[in-house]
């Protein structure tokens, strides 16, 4: 088979190779799409792996089981999961399933950007999930970003009434302005340097827009949030800038949550003090587990949440390389997608 193998973000080989073995328990899926995250082109992240065949938002078709495989056949159309947790552990019973040394632990053989991928037996039994037929494979690409937002709104208890901003206008940001919608936050408030960005921020339904480079952005964001601030913040960017600019502008009782993490050597300057007698929450959300990929599924599925309008570029495994070099532009882009198969082909179960 074919895989997409990075041996540096601007280093992305399509190589031949093996057909991943299967052991019991385990099933193997012909990928139809796979979506690319941002975090596929952080380049401290990705060069811990190298080389290394990323992608972790697929969609395929179960192509063979094990026989100890009972809930699935050949040519069911699934989502699977890249981490499970052991649903035991003392953080698994605390509902702190990312934190879960197997979640750490588990993964695909190899990755998305990949014809065929062995989804190991934890993950099989966990979080595979079949598609109902009014999800599109698109749009069921989503379902691993979508519950990662739904993992941090968890966080975040957004009630009705309450201010939202979202720091930062990339895809992530814009589905989180939809989810901030869906719960009712008012108003929803989006800033980004890039103006088409600011535009984009708008058609998903934000109510300001505003660029965070004004020289007059704290009043701005007072203006829009009714003099009081955001209550409720999601720093988008994995930077320390984005992070420090959040907490700077957080209402007073706000709760700012970071959902990219940032270069292992970042350091967030800020003055307890100020946080103290504002009583400011700093969280943190990182990836979601099989509670949430359900939700968004369902989410999903129902029409509830728009997904596929994100997507800007398509490309076959030859393409990897320029999807992770416009995740990491910030421009006009938003969110890639690759067909392991090639975009004129139709994926069927061998």
């Known amino acids: 088979m074919r895989a997409a193998r990075a041996y540096a973000l601007d280093d992305v080989r399509v190589e031949e190779v093996p057909l991943p073995e299967l052991q019991p328990g385990d099933i193997r899926v012909q990928v139809i799409v796979c979506g690319v995250c941002s975090s596929d082109a952080m380049g401290w992240y990705v060069s811990r792996?190298?080389?290394?065949?990323?992608?972790?938002?697929?969609?395929?078709?179960?192509?063979?089981?094990?026989?100890?495989?009972?809930?699935?056949?050949?040519?069911?159309?699934?989502?699977?999961?890249?981490?499970?947790?052991?649903?035991?552990?003392?953080?698994?019973?605390?509902?702190?399933?990312?934190?879960?040394?197997?979640?750490?632990?588990?993964?695909?053989?190899?990755?998305?950007?990949?014809?065929?991928?062995?989804?190991?037996?934890?993950?099989?039994?966990?979080?595979?999930?079949?598609?109902?037929?009014?999800?599109?494979?698109?749009?069921?690409?989503?379902?691993?970003?979508?519950?990662?937002?739904?993992?941090?709104?968890?966080?975040?208890?957004?009630?009705?009434?309450?201010?939202?901003?979202?720091?930062?206008?990339?895809?992530?940001?814009?589905?989180?302005?939809?989810?901030?919608?869906?719960?009712?936050?008012?108003?929803?408030?989006?800033?980004?340097?890039?103006?088409?960005?600011?535009?984009?921020?708008?058609?998903?339904?934000?109510?300001?827009?505003?660029?965070?480079?004004?020289?007059?952005?704290?009043?701005?964001?007072?203006?829009?949030?009714?003099?009081?601030?955001?209550?409720?913040?999601?720093?988008?960017?994995?930077?320390?800038?984005?992070?420090?600019?959040?907490?700077?502008?957080?209402?007073?009782?706000a709760i700012v949550l970071v959902f990219t993490p940032t270069p292992p050597d970042g350091t967030v300057a800020y003055r307890p003090h100020d946080l103290y007698f504002k009583e400011v929450t700093i969280t943190h959300s990182y990836s979601a587990g099989p509670v949430e990929t359900r939700d968004a599924l369902s989410l999903i599925a129902s029409g509830e949440l728009l997904v596929e309008d994100l997507i800007t570029h398509r490309f076959g495994l030859e393409g990897v390389g320029e999807a992770l070099r416009l995740a990491k532009t910030f421009d006009a882009s938003l969110r890639s997608v690759i067909y392991p198969h090639g975009l004129s082909v139709e994926v069927k179960a061998i």
Request: proline share 8%; glycine share 10%.
């Open 49 to 253: 792996k190298v080389p290394v065949v990323l992608g972790h938002e697929p969609v395929g078709l179960v192509h063979e089981v094990t026989p100890e495989v009972q809930d699935f056949e050949v040519g069911d159309r699934v989502f699977f999961h890249h981490h499970v947790p052991c649903m035991q552990c003392r953080l698994c019973q605390r509902g702190q399933y990312t934190s879960c040394e197997r979640f750490r632990r588990t993964g695909l053989d190899p990755g998305g950007f990949a014809e065929f991928v062995r989804v190991p037996a934890e993950i099989a039994r966990l979080d595979v999930l079949k598609l109902p037929d009014e999800i599109s494979d698109e749009a069921a690409a989503f379902i691993e970003p979508v519950a990662c937002s739904l993992r941090a709104f968890e966080k975040l208890s957004v009630e009705p009434g309450e201010s939202f901003w979202a720091v930062g206008a990339g895809p992530m940001g814009l589905m989180n302005v939809r989810l901030a919608r869906r719960f009712g936050a008012e108003p929803v408030v989006v800033s980004d340097p890039i103006e088409v960005r600011r535009e984009y921020a708008k058609q998903a339904g934000a109510d300001v827009v505003l660029d965070p480079s004004a020289r007059d952005f704290g009043r701005q964001i007072l203006d829009a949030t009714g003099g009081w601030g955001p209550e409720k913040i999601v720093v988008g960017p994995g930077s320390v800038e984005a992070i420090e600019h959040g907490l700077a502008h957080a209402a007073p009782g």
